[in-house]
Structures are given as structure tokens and as C-alpha cells.
């Protein structure tokens, strides 16, 4: 099958940054993100990036038994391949954040390649109160927080995860990501195609001006040659235009409510798989078509949905 001129639609449907008080509709509860993510997946997600929550609070959750609420029913009601966070939240410990992909062996974990402030604390002022109480610290403790993924973590999820046949969605906040992972690739600990996400304007990572996207792709390009399948998300306001810009130079495009919980200037996105539909117009829009799940797994030499330990 050609994979030519396809695109590949990863959606994040909750993930850690955002809190309940931001939008009504980000998922919370299993049912929730369930439904969230079979949405996306209808609407042209191939791969979906998963997060797990207290049903509730809303508080990050990355126990093995929060995502076991959730990962059987979507892998039964999507072909989609399922993709784990090991990022879990930028408070918890590399051994907690492990856990899930560890234990379900998906097609897809993320993997974070370097060690970033992690700004959200400048999220605050925008909101009078909060609904939980846990909301506030979780954003304003962000000024003095460093999310660690020392080289040391990084080897460790590497070689946790490397007899599950579970491949890697490389988060690069920064150039000197694509570093990082070029050394993994030196001591041959990583395999090519690499599937390199590349994330652009959180506090503490790389802006995001369409000089940052090309200089993104051209030292990948230059680092990985034909070794990788590019991959951007743009957070916040930047999401459409930055996946925009990629699709058009030949990326692949992330979308969904982890990164950014618009759809439009101040127009809250009322599901995940309105930003799928809105990002899909676009690579239609630029003569390129959406990948299918088997499309991508081509593509990003998955090893199959009925590979899973869910
Ligand atoms: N929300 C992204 C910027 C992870 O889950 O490993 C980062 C992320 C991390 O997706
Ligand atoms: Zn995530």
C-alpha cells in the first residue's frame, strides 16, 4: 500500500497541562475519554495519545488501573493505535510514569528527550477561581518546577519498554532534543524510523515562529535523513497554524485538548474531534490525504494493534 501524500493525525485527547476550570470539555472521567477518543478516531485520528485523570478531580492519575478503565474500550471500539504517555505529569517520578506502558505494552509510548521548565503558572491569572483546590498549586508550583528526563530516566524507559516491541513518540521541546535522541541512536538504543514529535510554545521550549518549525525540521533532517517521520503540535492558539506549516512542508500534525483547548480566536473546542475535523480540512485543503490507522502503522513500523497487552 502507498503511503505517499499521507498524513498522519495523532490526537491527545486530555493529557496533564490543563485543569478542569479551563473548558467543560475536556475529558475527566473513563467514559469521557472513551468517548473522546473514539470521536477522534472516527474523525480521522490515527493514533491516539492517552492520559488517564481521577474521575473526580481531574487530577493526572498514571496508575495502570486508571488506564485500565479506558484502554480495552477504545481498542475495542477503533482500529486507532493506542499511544501511552510516559510523561504522565511533569510532578511525578520516571518510575510511576512508566508504569502504564509498561504493563499494557502499547503500539505507541511518548518519550520526553530532554529536561524543560515546564511553565504553566502564567495560566493562573487568567482564571478568578478554580473549581478543585488542587488546580491552583498544580500551576503556579510550575515556576519552580523542571521536568526531569535526565539521560539516565530516558534509558530507563527505553529499556523498560524494549522487549514490548512498543515504539517511541520522541517529544522534542527543544533542538537540542533531536540531540538527545541522535545520541540514543548513536549507542543504538532507539531504531529507526524514528517518530519525532516535535512540541512548540510551551514556557520553557522552543517558540513558536515558523523559523522555529523550519529549524526544527532542518536539523532533524540534517541529523536523521531519511531515519525519521516528522511530527509537530503547536500548544495553545498556535495548534492549526503550526500543523499548517508542517503538513505543507510534509509532517505529520498532533491535535487535541492536551495541548490546546481551542477551535477558532476564544472559542472553547467542544470535543477532541472538532480539532480532528478542522486539522483534517487543512491536509485535504493542501492535496494531502489522512492516514488510516494501518496507513500509519506502515508508516511508523507499529507492530500491530492485536500486539497489545490490553
Ligand atoms: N503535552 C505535551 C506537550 C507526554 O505525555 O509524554 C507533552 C506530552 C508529554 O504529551
Ligand atoms: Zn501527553
Given at each position: 500500500?502507498?503511503?505517499?501524500?499521507?498524513?498522519?493525525?495523532?490526537?491527545?485527547?486530555?493529557?496533564?497541562?490543563?485543569?478542569?476550570?479551563?473548558?467543560?470539555?475536556?475529558?475527566?472521567t473513563p467514559d469521557e475519554i472513551t468517548e473522546?477518543?473514539?470521536g477522534a478516531a472516527e474523525a480521522g485520528a490515527a493514533i491516539?495519545?492517552?492520559?488517564?485523570?481521577?474521575?473526580?478531580?481531574?487530577?493526572?492519575?498514571?496508575?495502570?488501573?486508571?488506564?485500565?478503565?479506558?484502554?480495552?474500550?477504545?481498542?475495542?471500539?477503533?482500529?486507532a493505535a493506542i499511544n501511552i504517555t510516559t510523561?504522565?505529569?511533569?510532578?511525578?517520578?520516571v518510575e510511576?510514569?512508566?508504569?502504564?506502558?509498561?504493563?499494557?505494552?502499547?503500539?505507541?509510548?511518548?518519550?520526553?528527550?530532554?529536561?524543560?521548565?515546564?511553565?504553566?503558572?502564567?495560566?493562573?491569572?487568567?482564571?478568578?477561581?478554580?473549581?478543585?483546590?488542587?488546580?491552583?498549586?498544580?500551576?503556579?508550583?510550575?515556576?519552580?518546577?523542571?521536568?526531569?528526563?535526565?539521560?539516565?530516566?530516558?534509558?530507563?524507559?527505553?529499556?523498560?519498554?524494549?522487549?514490548?516491541g512498543t515504539r517511541f513518540e520522541f517529544e522534542c521541546y527543544d533542538i537540542a532534543h533531536l540531540y538527545n535522541l541522535a545520541h540514543f541512536a548513536d549507542r543504538g538504543l532507539v531504531k529507526a524510523p524514528f517518530f519525532v514529535q516535535s512540541v512548540f510554545g510551551l514556557l520553557g521550549?522552543?517558540?513558536?515562529h515558523p523559523e522555529d518549525v523550519q529549524h526544527m525540521k532542518r536539523t532533524a533532517d540534517r541529523l536523521f535523513g531519511s531515519d525519521f517521520r516528522w511530527s509537530v503540535l503547536g500548544a495553545g492558539a498556535s495548534q492549526l497554524r503550526i500543523a499548517a506549516q508542517a503538513a505543507a512542508l510534509g509532517g505529520n500534525v498532533r491535535v487535541g485538548l492536551e495541548d490546546s483547548l481551542w477551535a477558532g480566536k476564544g472559542r472553547l473546542a467542544t470535543s477532541n474531534a472538532e480539532q480532528v475535523t478542522m486539522v483534517r480540512k487543512i491536509i485535504e485543503g493542501l492535496g494531502l490525504a489522512v492516514a488510516t490507522p494501518d496507513e500509519a502503522r506502515q508508516i511508523?513500523?507499529?507492530?500491530?494493534?492485536d500486539q497489545v497487552g490490553f
Open positions: 500500500m502507498s503511503t505517499e501524500g499521507k498524513v498522519i493525525i495523532t490526537c491527545a485527547v486530555t493529557g496533564a497541562i490543563h485543569t478542569p476550570t479551563m473548558s467543560p470539555h475536556l475529558p475527566i473522546a477518543a473514539i491516539l495519545h492517552l492520559h488517564a485523570r481521577d474521575p473526580e478531580t481531574g487530577k493526572p492519575d498514571q496508575t495502570p488501573e486508571a488506564f485500565a478503565r479506558f484502554l480495552p474500550r477504545i481498542k475495542q471500539g477503533t482500529n510523561g504522565g505529569s511533569p510532578y511525578m517520578k510511576e510514569r512508566v508504569r502504564p506502558a509498561a504493563e499494557f505494552k502499547p503500539e505507541v509510548a511518548s518519550l520526553n528527550m530532554g529536561s524543560i521548565n515546564f511553565g504553566l503558572y502564567h495560566l493562573v491569572q487568567k482564571y478568578e477561581s478554580f473549581k478543585f483546590d488542587w488546580e491552583r498549586p498544580h500551576l503556579e508550583a510550575t515556576k519552580d518546577l523542571v521536568f526531569r528526563n535526565s539521560f539516565k530516566d530516558i534509558e530507563y524507559i527505553l529499556q523498560t519498554c524494549y522487549d514490548n521550549g522552543i517558540g513558536t511508523l513500523s507499529l507492530k500491530g494493534g
